[in-house]
């Protein structure tokens, strides 16, 4: 930890109790709502309250918090350390959707059909049909919101016209933007099958990946969206990252889980003139993720020195 981390020192048992009080309040909140809720199959990352089938113990593997307009980290523990994004891989989708919409060469109401591969998609999903059509928009919603797998296929296939062919894309970004501890081998994060590779990132380059996200509307748009219709409504598309609902500011990006990568959470948030971001990798359970990230946002609102 360099010295900008080290200032965090005197403050940080003083914010560790006071975040654990309010975020047991909120989480309290969340478990009545849940109860209120119909629970969908297929919806793994909200499903998921643990990572049962892992070997995490610790409150988290990697974490880092940066202020984006300087690029400084002011803390980071193993920030470089390679791990699984889970679906935290589709930030990068999120990154190209978002840079193309800017160029002109993707618009909000192109219509995004669904191949058979699509919507044969497991895990988080909006249960898309062989040639259902959805709005780019439509679609943008469904991936951020929700984390629909089948609906990030479907817009990778349209962009790059394979889902092998978008994962060069993703690569050749993450290489540009000086991503060196990341390799993407599927637009989505689902966990690699038989003889298939896991994604991998650090927390150091999830930052960078958000600090690009970050400078443009449409993903904080979609990203802040607590909960949402698909489908003329028939569909509700409520925010896996609950964040958004419990902590003051918080307005994106994305969490991840699958058991070998534990939870993982991006999460920006903005107070006054000051935003940071702070990522947290391999939390052996959901809430354990949200609350630590809290607790580093609140830290570094704090204690962060122009």
Not at 145 to 165: P, Q
Request: charged share 20%; aromatic share 8%.
């Amino acid at each position: 930890m360099g010295s900008e981390g080290r200032r965090f020192g005197a403050w940080s048992m003083l914010a560790a109790v006071v975040m654990a009080v309010l975020f047991t309040a909120s989480t309290s909140a969340l478990a009545r709502h849940r109860a209120q809720t119909r629970h969908r199959p297929g919806n793994s990352e909200e499903a998921a309250e643990s990572a049962s089938g892992s070997k995490l113990t610790a409150p988290y593997v990697t974490a880092c918090v940066m202020e984006p307009a300087s690029g400084r980290v002011i803390f980071d523990k193993d920030m470089h350390k390679p791990w699984p994004p889970a679906s935290m891989t589709k930030m990068m989708l999120m990154l190209i959707v978002a840079e193309k919409l800017h160029e002109g060469s993707l618009k909000l109401t192109d219509q995004v059909s669904t191949s058979a591969l699509a919507s044969r998609m497991g895990g988080s999903q909006v249960y898309l049909k062989e040639g259902e059509t959805f709005s780019l928009d439509d679609m943008m919603k469904a991936i951020v919101v929700h984390s629909a797998n089948d609906a990030t296929l479907a817009m990778a296939e349209y962009i790059a016209g394979s889902g092998e062919a978008f994962v060069v894309m993703m690569n050749k970004r993450a290489h540009e933007l000086g991503m060196k501890d990341t390799q993407y081998h599927s637009p989505h994060g689902l966990p690699p099958a038989p003889g298939q590779q896991a994604d991998m990132t650090s927390a150091y380059d999830s930052a960078l990946l958000a600090r690009e996200l970050i400078k443009y509307p449409d993903v904080l748009r979609w990203s802040s969206i607590d909960v949402s219709g698909f489908r003329n409504n028939t569909f509700e598309l409520r925010n896996t990252n609950h964040l958004i609902r419990t902590y003051r500011g918080c307005d994106g990006l994305k969490t991840g889980f699958y058991s070998q990568a534990g939870f993982n959470v991006t999460a920006t948030a903005r107070r006054g003139g000051l935003r940071l971001i702070a990522v947290v990798m391999g939390s052996p359970r959901k809430q354990e993720n949200f609350g630590q990230a809290a607790t580093l946002l609140s830290q570094g609102f704090m204690n962060y020195y122009q």
